[in-house]
T-cell receptor, first 116, second 114 residues
């Protein structure tokens, strides 16, 4: 079974500082990888996805994520944090394959706090 | 186009009762999956339906069940509610092309069991 680890359940950065959110997955076969954001009392919004095309995936608002097979990682970075980036972020994986079905395995989430 | 719609948004039930939650996927999406989110367990997969058939099931007791209709709308039912069933229940829909297209989530139904 897949597992996803997000290092750091809480990350605090100053506005303008680099943001690094870590995600490692367990599969030996590169799966599909996703980053979602959740604001209070809301559902999940898809920010980034890796589906075996480019290993560096760019999303909205300056965030990007890099897939590294050798490290089984899909860390997410942003050069300069903004107050509006404060939210909870989830990394998720989904197996490939025609019969895999649509099932996501989530990491525990990282709550990003941005200090003024 | 309209997103994934979940109803109701909030629900309060008493222990022992049963509850039905509804999810309408994005038009054209035939896969609907359900997730439970709690502070202690995080986001956990409940089940997935595709073309009215349950295709995947997570590790939840039989009190949790679901179904999908011919128009792809889905319902999940929880019988004999327990306090631990209090959670945000999220529904996601995806295109027939498969998981690589990503998943669109609804805003969720927050269930409180008292």
């Amino acid at each position: 079974a897949q597992s996803v680890t997000q290092l750091g359940s809480h990350v605090s950065v100053s506005e303008g500082a680099l943001v690094l959110l870590r995600c490692n997955y367990s599969s030996s076969v590169p799966p599909y990888l996703f980053w979602y954001v959740q604001y209070p009392n809301q559902g999940l919004q898809l920010l980034l996805k890796y589906t075996s095309a480019a290993t560096l995936v760019k999303g909205i608002n300056g965030f990007e994520a890099e897939f590294k097979k050798s490290e089984t990682s899909f860390h997410r970075t942003k050069p300069s944090a903004h107050m509006s980036d404060a939210a909870e972020y989830f990394c998720a994986v989904s197996d490939k394959g025609n019969n895999a079905g649509n099932m996501l395995t989530f990491g525990g989430g990282t709550r990003l706090m941005v200090k003024p | 186009k309209a997103g994934v719609t979940q109803t109701p948004r909030y629900l309060i039930k008493t222990r022992g009762q049963q509850v039905t939650l509804s999810c309408s996927p994005i038009s054209g999406h035939r896969s609907v999956s359900w997730y439970q989110q709690t502070p202690g367990q995080g986001l956990q997969f409940l089940f997935e339906y595709f073309s009215e058939t349950q295709r995947n099931k997570g590790n939840f007791p039989g009190r949790f069940s679901g179904r999908q209709f011919s128009n792809s709308r889905s319902e999940m039912n929880v019988s004999t509610l327990e306090l631990g069933d209090s959670a945000l229940y999220l529904c996601a829909s995806s295109t027939p092309s498969g998981p690589g297209d990503g998943y669109t989530f609804g805003s969720g139904t927050r269930l409180t069991v008292v």
